[in-house]
T-cell receptor, first 113, second 115 residues
Framework: EDQVTQSPEALRLQEGESSSLNCSYT??????LFWYRQDPGKGPEFLFT???AGEEKEKERLKATLTKKESFLHITAPKPEDSATYLC??????????????FGQGTILTVHP | DVKVTQSSRYLVKRTGEKVFLECVQD?????MFWYRQDPGLGLRLIYF???????EKGDIPEGYSVSREKKERFSLILESASTNQTSMYLC??????????????FGPGTRLTVT
């Protein structure tokens, strides 16, 4: 069974204080790992897709990296508007799991001014 | 930009009512999904569809059914609503190319309360 574990559950940062969120996964053949941002009361917003170990993607203050067992979302010099829940999800190759994502519980990030 | 819309942002229904939640996407995506999201349980897949009239059960299909008569529209049906179906319901869509699937794009969600 595919599993995704995110840590920490919650993270409080001061504005400008860089940090990382972790996503550990077990999957029977990784097709892709996805990062989403979710604001309260809204649907998740797509951020990145990573397909293979060693891959990195960047967007503004966010950088996602991937190894064979985990992914990190690095936040550099965060601002209060980066406060949100960050979700990680994996997609397995083929079979009956075709098209399906398995999500982690998310990390609630709060950035204080 | 991909746009996924859901018929209602907030909905209040009574126990035993039949409830329809509708989702429309405008990007000609092959795949569509219905999730529910609850505190402490995260996002859980109810049903998904990879083509018109095709559907597959997700992790928690009990008490739900779906309909996909047109490519852009995917409906979630609660045949007889119960209080334990009070939740945030999220629809998503994604494209497929040669059996490779891509990121899912989500709608704004429907907060359903069953009393």
């Amino acid at each position: 069974e595919d599993q995704v574990t995110q840590s920490p559950e919650a993270l409080r940062l001061q504005e400008g204080e860089s940090s990382s969120l972790n996503c550990s996964y077990t999957v029977s053949g990784l097709r892709g790992l996805f990062w989403y941002r979710q604001d309260p009361g809204k649907g998740p917003e797509f951020l990145f897709t990573l397909y293979s170990a060693g891959e990195e993607k960047e967007k503004e203050r966010l950088k996602a990296t991937l190894t064979k067992k985990e992914s990190f979302l690095h936040i550099t010099a965060p601002k209060p508007e980066d406060s949100a829940t960050y979700l990680c999800a994996v997609q397995a190759r083929g079979g009956t799991s075709y098209g399906k994502l398995t999500f982690g519980q998310g990390t609630i990030l709060t950035v204080h001014p | 930009d991909v746009k996924v819309t859901q018929s209602s942002r907030y909905l209040v229904k009574r126990t035993g009512e039949k409830v329809f939640l509708e989702c429309v996407q405008d990007m000609d995506h092959e795949n569509m999904f219905w999730y529910r999201q609850d505190p402490g349980l995260g996002l859980r897949l109810i049903y998904f569809s990879y083509d018109v009239k095709m559907k597959e059960k997700g992790d928690i299909p009990e008490g739900y059914s779906v309909s996909r008569e047109k490519k852009e529209r995917f409906s979630l049906i609660l045949e007889s609503a119960s209080t334990n179906q009070t939740s945030m319901y999220l629809c998503a869509s994604s494209r497929s190319v040669d059996r490779a699937t891509y990121e899912q794009y989500f709608g704004p969600g429907t907060r359903l309360t069953v009393t």
